[in-house]
């Protein structure tokens, strides 16, 4: 039996199963084997043939975003109204067969958008180019899923199920679960809050699944086995999803009022220019990027060539990002912005920064 029919043996039985609490136990083996024959579904075998062509780019830019849909939703109109890049637009499927890159310039950040194929149902499998489309989408900081606004919610509901099939977590946190494989001394467990989806039991059970006999589990959260068994697996990516329906001007303004009112939701049209700019602008937010400006001493500010960085950064992250040996000549920092209590404030390298700061660093003597 191979493991595509073992996969489909185990979600028959959990389709049949009662979900109860006399049954929690066993759903819980049966989604660690799940999970595992996943897995090894993915990875490559030693017998597998001669490499077809894969289409990953190299990375560029100061973010990534992976542009993933079903065929004809109108990924290529969006990467040619946005990019300026030209990617063949037609009104049958799969016009696009490899992954065409572009760059989206706003606020001085240059945002590298990829335009992949269309994903199909069953891409997990393999199926139409599907592992080679989701396996580039792990490597974005955000993934933009193009949808069709005059289809049902089934479209957004299997692309999340093709998502998670291998690995991709979109819009959730990291279960706050610390797990370490040891030498010895067997399976120590200890939770911080009362558990109402996972035991001692259980949790030994599944981690004898993947042959895991001594490890320390600390739990501080009320996580599901699901959340468990990524943990376990340390393979899962959590990546911020923008979901986006394209052809708004093809449906009533009472549909796209309920549309733009979902979490993460954007509704525009590509082919008469509608919210074109503010997407762009919510690819910005969403991606946690921030502006800082350097200044010379005795100079204005220059406002021109911002360094791009990533939220939450430091003054050591702008050291680096300028020069990699300016952090051994590093004496302090002068700062204006939100950041500081007063302007300017001198600081050393642990600072964190905000957006449109403005710094001056001082060197050593």
């Known amino acids: 039996m191979g493991i595509l029919e073992k996969i489909a043996d185990i979600e028959t039985e959990m389709a049949r199963t009662q979900k109860n609490k006399a049954t929690e136990y066993h759903l819980g083996l049966l989604k660690a084997k799940l999970a595992k024959y996943r897995t090894m579904l993915l990875e490559p075998t030693a017998k597998a043939g ?30 040619s109204k946005v990019t300026g890049t030209k990617s063949e637009v037609a009104s049958y499927e799969f016009t696009t067969l490899t ?85 010895g001394g067997g399976i120590s467990f200890n939770a911080t809050c009362k558990l109402s989806h996972l035991s001692e039991r259980l949790v030994q059970q599944i981690l004898q699944t993947y042959k895991i006999h001594n490890a320390e589990v600390l739990i501080r ?31 009533s303004l009472e549909e796209v009022d309920r549309l733009s009112r979902n979490p993460y939701t954007v509704a525009v049209s590509c082919e008469v220019d509608l919210n074109m700019d503010y997407i762009v602008e919510y690819l910005w937010k969403n991606l946690n990027l921030i502006r800082v400006y350097t200044k010379r001493k005795g100079e204005y500010p220059d406002f021109e060539g911002g360094l791009i960085l990533r939220s939450g950064s430091t003054v050591l992250d702008i050291c680096k990002s300028i020069h990699k040996t300016l952090v051994d000549d590093f004496n302090y920092a002068l700062l204006w912005g939100t950041s500081t209590k007063h302007s300017p404030q001198r600081v050393g390298l642990s600072h964190v920064v905000d957006d449109e700061d403005v710094i001056q660093i001082v060197k050593k003597r």
């Open 50 to 79: 001669p490499k077809g062509p894969g289409f990953d780019v190299v990375r560029s830019g100061d973010a990534r975003v992976a542009l993933i849909g079903f065929p004809s939703v109108g990924k290529s109109t969006f990467l």
């Open 99 to 183: 992954c065409i890159p572009g760059k989206i310039h706003y606020n001085g950040a240059a945002i590298q958008l990829l335009d992949l194929p269309g994903i199909i149902e069953g891409a997990a499998q393999g199926k139409g180019r599907g592992r080679q489309v989701i396996a580039v989408a792990k490597t974005a900081d955000l993934i933009l899923m193009m949808l069709d606004a005059t289809k049902g919610p089934r479209q957004r509901e299997l692309l999340e199920i093709e998502l998670e099939a291998v690995g991709i977590r979109v819009n959730r946190a990291k279960p706050n679960i610390y797990f370490k494989v040891k030498k």
């Open 221 to 251: 959260d009320d996580h599901t086995v699901d959340e468990f068994i990524d943990v376990v697996l340390g393979n899962r990516k959590y990546i911020r999803c923008v979901y986006c329906y394209n052809k708004i001007d093809q449906i």
